[in-house]
């Protein structure tokens, strides 16, 4: 048994990691709430193996209280947002590098030897042109989200030729699953609940992305924590599998009963600023460590959306 850090422990990916490492560990979470919930994790708050710490990366008193007899952490506290990280590039720097090298820096000095990041497979290589991208491709990030993730692995590759800082980056697809509180799938349920008979689409629909479910990357973390070795490993993580928008729209229409909806573009290539139109990542090292999906996509999009219409209600 080991005592494990949870950044980020709160919130929709880091809750998930949080019960099924409890089975085998002690957890330490540290969270700020800016946008996870205690109730993702109150079936642990009375688990003696739990704790958790109400706090910030960015607050070397916090996170030095957090490391306290941790062997390996994972960092999954971020600002997630894309267009904040347009709107507020230095905002979003602060938490997403600098509040993640207070942490990095602290397990320096806590002598803390081994990390796994949520990096982003989507927003480092940004406007690539290599599908699908093997994790040798140079990062060309559109957005300042994107950038915050790359800018954070170089630190991790420093700290590890530096000082035998041993990490792993997964560069993730986009996550669905039950506690997501963001991302075209809620966005949808949202508009749809408030207006079920019409749905706006940002962009022209055509944009496609690498999508997997939540319990396929929990899988993933855990595999790749087991597997971290000398330096830092960059890990494409994804199940293989995209969707368009405009499929998604009609998965969606079609799951919560309006399958009449009507889909209105808002056109243009991309949905918005800093938007990636296509992502599609290679995860044959994902694989060679002997890892492979196990919910198929759209059988993960329905699992989704039955529990955002158990925990929100029917959109009529
Ligand atoms: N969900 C996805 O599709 C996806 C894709 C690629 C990468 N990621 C990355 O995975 C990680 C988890 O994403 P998620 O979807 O679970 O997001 P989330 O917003 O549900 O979780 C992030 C958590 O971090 C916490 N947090 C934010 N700022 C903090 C701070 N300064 N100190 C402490 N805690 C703080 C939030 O309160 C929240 O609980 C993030 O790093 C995100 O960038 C997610």
């Keep these: 048994m080991e005592?494990?850090?949870?950044?980020?422990?709160?919130?929709?990916?880091?809750?998930?990691?949080?019960?099924?490492?409890?089975?085998?560990?002690?957890?330490?979470?540290?969270?700020?709430?800016?946008?996870?919930?205690?109730?993702?994790?109150?079936?642990?708050?009375?688990?003696?193996?739990?704790?958790?710490?109400?706090?910030?990366?960015?607050?070397?008193?916090?996170?030095?209280?957090?490391?306290?007899?941790?062997?390996?952490?994972?960092?999954?506290?971020?600002?997630?947002?894309?267009?904040?990280?347009?709107?507020?590039?230095?905002?979003?720097?602060?938490?997403?590098?600098?509040?993640?090298?207070?942490?990095?820096?602290?397990?320096?000095?806590?002598?803390?030897?081994?990390?796994?990041?949520?990096?982003?497979?989507?927003?480092?290589?940004?406007?690539?042109?290599?599908?699908?991208?093997?994790?040798?491709?140079?990062?060309?990030?559109?957005?300042?989200?994107?950038?915050?993730?790359?800018?954070?692995?170089?630190?991790?590759?420093?700290?590890?030729?530096?000082?035998?800082?041993?990490?792993?980056?997964?560069?993730?697809?986009?996550?669905?699953?039950?506690?997501?509180?963001?991302?075209?799938?809620?966005?949808f349920y949202m508009k749809l609940k408030r207006n079920p008979k019409h749905l706006e689409v940002l962009g022209d629909g055509t944009q496609e992305k690498a999508y997997m479910y939540i319990s396929d990357t929990v899988e993933a973390a855990l595999v790749l924590a087991e597997n971290i070795g000398r330096g830092h490993l960059p890990v494409n993580v994804s199940s293989g599998e995209r969707l368009t928008v405009t499929r998604i729209a009609e998965l969606v229409c079609k799951e919560l009963g309006v399958p009449n909806a009507h889909l209105a573009y808002t056109g243009g290539k991309r949905g918005w600023t800093g938007d990636v139109v296509r992502t599609d990542i290679d995860i044959t090292k994902l694989a060679s460590f002997g890892w492979q999906p196990r919910v198929p996509l759209e059988e993960g999009v329905r699992l989704y959306l039955r529990w955002l219409i158990k925990k929100f209600g029917p959109v009529k």
Excluded: C
């Design 3 to 187: 005592r494990v850090l949870v950044t980020g422990g709160a919130g929709f990916i880091g809750s998930h990691l949080v019960d099924r490492l409890i089975r085998d560990n002690e957890v330490v979470v540290l969270d700020d709430l800016s946008a996870g919930s205690e109730e993702n994790l109150q079936q642990h708050m009375d688990n003696e193996r739990f704790r958790f710490i109400k706090g910030s990366i960015t607050r070397e008193k916090d996170v030095n209280m957090a490391l306290d007899g941790v062997t390996i952490v994972f960092h999954f506290a971020a600002q997630p947002d894309v267009r904040l990280s347009v709107e507020r590039p230095k905002w979003d720097f602060e938490i997403n590098v600098g509040g993640s090298l207070e942490l990095l820096e602290a397990m320096r000095k806590n002598d803390v030897k081994r990390m796994v990041f949520a990096s982003s497979g989507g927003t480092v290589y940004g406007e690539t042109d290599v599908f699908p991208t093997p994790e040798v491709t140079a990062f060309r990030p559109i957005s300042n989200y994107g950038a915050a993730k790359g800018a954070f692995e170089m630190y991790l590759n420093s700290y590890a030729e530096l000082y035998g800082i041993d990490s792993v980056s997964m560069r993730l697809a986009n996550v669905i699953g039950p506690r997501s509180a963001h991302g075209v799938m809620h966005d």
